[in-house]
């Protein structure tokens, strides 16, 4: 029995590689039948940006190449996958399981979106994981979430979208309603308004130099799309301005918009600069209740939290490597029960044929025969009683696979099918 | 001083300062207590002070008021993390409501020998003045840390206060809160005192009556911009400043040159 990880991360493979790797929801069934196919008794396919990992519940020899064969084809020329990638058997799987669902295998180190993934991966592969993979997707999500609670792993805010979240959160009571105004069309103006809109935040209005541009942006956030000269004039109404443009200059500038904000009645308005070069003139911040923000400034509160929350990685793998131990054991024990039982029926078949041969050469009466027999069973439960303990024992602390397997070989056994 | 108002009043103290350094840690690079600690170490005070505080009535000399007070401080800085997740509160009112705690008994809680009589009137005077007081005192603390989180803010600070301090809109509807429930608590506490004077045939100083009325227009004014001008934020702030600014300037002004006249409000 075994388990094994093989796949890709942001470590080992390029963003280029990744992307071709990742599977979507329904792509996945079909990848981990073929790998089943080729010999693993259950599998759970994690296909994120960031990773492709196959986990696998005791592959035969040809698993793994079935694996890298799958992702080698989606490369689509003569690379090979396995040079992009990783294996890692038995605890040192469980472990890296368990650090991807805490977090520490993240890109951003503690981003809590991976947990949900796991679970994700967990609920698509349901069918195919098998019961040791099942307690294990189950277990790594309690571990995600043991170590979020416990430690600080997840505290603040660690990218520049989460940071811009994290300084709004700090000018309102709750996001939840507020409108924002997107002026551009930048990536990362999208990727800080999906964060905003996470948190319940509406985005009313895209504005850009091109309206179609605007326009295809408002679609997707159920916004209304505006040119750039039609945006100032909502400066006096929107909470939140989220600015990305291309734009070579400032564009948002004292002239254009303090008249706009005079007419808020003090109402605070948070602008979040996201744009290289800036899109908003730094005089802008001298105007009363104009909170302003630039991509530096959001950098610097992710840079403020990512360091708390690598003052805690020891804290959060002391938890990893505890529930790893805790994991084992009853992996050890799982394994132990069918191995136990093989022995103990094959020692039974021994007994049994050899005291057949024996009484067929003694006239003994039927008193004496089931004395005998009984004194068999006796010795035979003698002799498997402390290997049996001491296994049981190895198993509980986590140490019972390398006696298993040293059984197994000893006295040639194979579970059946079905045991 | 009765052993037990002594011992209770000892161990709300003990209490307060356990709840203080709680709120104090995050501030110290230390991980926060969790929030039920940080809400029932306080609340357990407030038990045993409680307690210790009902066997001081009728709250005769400066401790036994100096004790309400804390007591007040301690039951807002509770409701305002409860109500408004302002932890914050604590960084001043905790320290406060300690010290107070600290000052009344080295004063000396209850005077020897026999206490005089006073009417539930009387008392009812005084303990609505001194909650009407923590409430003013909890929208200064509010418009205080309003000003602290919004310096930090434009100032492009992500530091200790940035992560600690409640939301700039929160601390504006604290201070609101506190000062338009706080201004009626105190007039009803000043309207009450008048009429248990008078009632009992005593005289009230001309400089009490002055200053009194002054200072309950400053509170007024500052309830007013808020309520009737929709004054919000660091304008708001800066007048619930000064209006407490003005209470405490009155009394030690009072306190120094007409000393007994200093209870104005």
């Known amino acids: 029995m075994s388990i094994t990880v093989l796949g890709v991360n942001h470590r080992t493979a390029p963003l280029e590689v990744r992307e071709r790797f990742a599977h979507g929801a329904r ?42 064969a799958l992702l080698s084809e989606r490369l689509g020329d003569a690379r090979r996958a396995n040079e992009y990638g990783y294996m890692q058997r038995d605890r040192e799987a469980v472990r ?38 099942h307690r294990l997707f189950q277990s790594a999500l309690l571990v995600g979430a043991r170590v979020r609670s416990e430690t600080g792993l997840a505290a603040g ?56 541009r605007a326009r295809a ?32 200059h400032t564009v948002v500038t004292w002239d254009r918009v ?76 799982r394994a132990v029960v069918p191995v136990l039982k093989e022995l103990r029926d094959r020692m039974e078949r021994v007994r049994a044929d050899e005291l057949e041969r024996a009484l067929r050469r003694m006239h003994l009466t039927p008193e004496d025969r089931a004395q005998l027999e009984h004194f068999s069973h006796a010795l035979l439960n003698k002799f498997l009683h402390q290997p049996t303990i001491a296994l049981k024992e190895a198993a509980g602390a986590g140490r019972g696979y390398g006696l298993l397997e040293a059984l197994k070989r000893l006295f040639g056994l194979e579970p059946r099918d079905g045991a | 001083m009765r052993p037990v108002i002594l011992v209770l009043h000892i161990i709300a103290l003990g209490l307060y ?16 207590a969790p929030r039920v600690l940080a809400l029932a ?14 066997r001081l009535t009728p709250f005769v000399g400066v401790a036994p008021t100096l004790s309400m007070l804390a007591l007040f401080l301690v039951l807002l800085q509770v409701a305002s993390e409860g109500l408004f997740r302002a932890s914050a509160v ?38 609505i003045s001194v909650l009407g007081l923590a409430m003013l005192a909890l929208a200064f603390i509010a418009a205080a840390l309003y000003l602290l989180q919004f310096r930090e803010l434009k100032a492009r600070r992500f530091g200790q206060v940035f992560r600690l301090f409640p939301p700039l809109e929160r601390l504006d509807q604290l201070n609101h809160l506190s000062l338009v429930l706080g201004f009626p608590t105190v007039t009803l506490g000043v309207l009450l005192g008048f009429g248990v004077r008078y009632a009992g045939g005593a005289s009230v100083d001309a400089a009490q009556v002055v200053w009194g009325m002054l200072t309950w227009l400053v509170l007024g004014w500052a309830v007013g911009v808020r309520v009737v001008r929709h004054w919000a934020g660091r304008r708001a702030a800066f007048a619930s400043i000064a209006s407490f600014a003005a209470v405490l300037l009155v009394y030690l002004a009072l306190k120094l040159t007409a000393p007994g006249t200093e209870r104005f409000l």
């Open chain 1, 217 to 248: 942006i408002a679609e997707d956030l159920q916004a209304r799309a505006l040119t750039l000269d039609e945006a100032w004039e909502h400066f006096a109404d929107a909470d939140i301005v989220l600015c990305s443009t291309a734009a070579p």
């Open chain 1, 27 to 68: 792509e996945i069934p079909a990848s981990l039948e073929r790998v089943l196919a080729a010999g693993a008794r259950g599998g759970v396919l994690l296909s994120t940006c960031n990773r492709t990992e196959f986990y696998l519940a005791d592959p035969d020899d040809a698993a793994p190449e079935a694996v890298w």
């Open chain 2, 90 to 127: 604590g960084v001043f009112t905790g320290p406060l409501a300690t010290g107070l705690v600290g000052l009344a008994l080295l004063i000396g809680l209850a005077p020897e020998g026999a206490p005089p009589t006073r009417g539930p009137w009387s008392i009812l005077h005084i303990t």
């Open chain 1, 96 to 133: 890296h399981l368990y650090r991807v669902s805490a977090g520490l295998d993240s890109m951003i180190l503690g981003e809590t979106q991976i947990q949900g993934q796991v679970r994700d991966a967990w609920e698509v592969s349901k069918a195919q994981a098998g019961p040791a993979l």
């Open chain 2, 41 to 54: 170490i306080p609340l357990l005070g407030v038990g045993a002070h409680v307690v210790g505080l009902a």
């Open chain 2, 17 to 32: 300062a356990v709840g203080t350094a709680l709120v104090l840690a995050p501030f110290a690079g230390l991980r926060a």
């Open chain 1, 157 to 212: 805010a660690a990218s520049a979208p989460s940071a811009a979240v994290a300084v709004a959160a700090k000018i309102f009571t709750q996001l939840a309603g507020r409108s924002a105004l997107i002026l551009g069309a930048g990536d990362m103006a999208e990727l800080a308004a999906t964060c905003l809109v996470s948190e319940g935040v509406r985005v009313t209005l895209v504005a850009n130099r091109t309206y179609e």
């Open chain 1, 258 to 333: 303090a008249p706009v904000v005079a007419r808020r009645g003090g109402r605070p308005l948070c602008i979040l600069d996201l744009a290289v070069p800036r899109d908003v003139d730094p005089a802008v911040a001298q105007l009363e209740n104009v909170f302003l923000y630039d991509i530096d400034d959001l950098q610097a509160v992710a840079a403020q939290a990512a360091a708390q929350r690598r003052s805690d990685i020891p804290a959060a793998e002391h938890i990893v490597s505890e529930e790893v131990e805790r994991f084992w054991a009853w992996y050890g024990g």
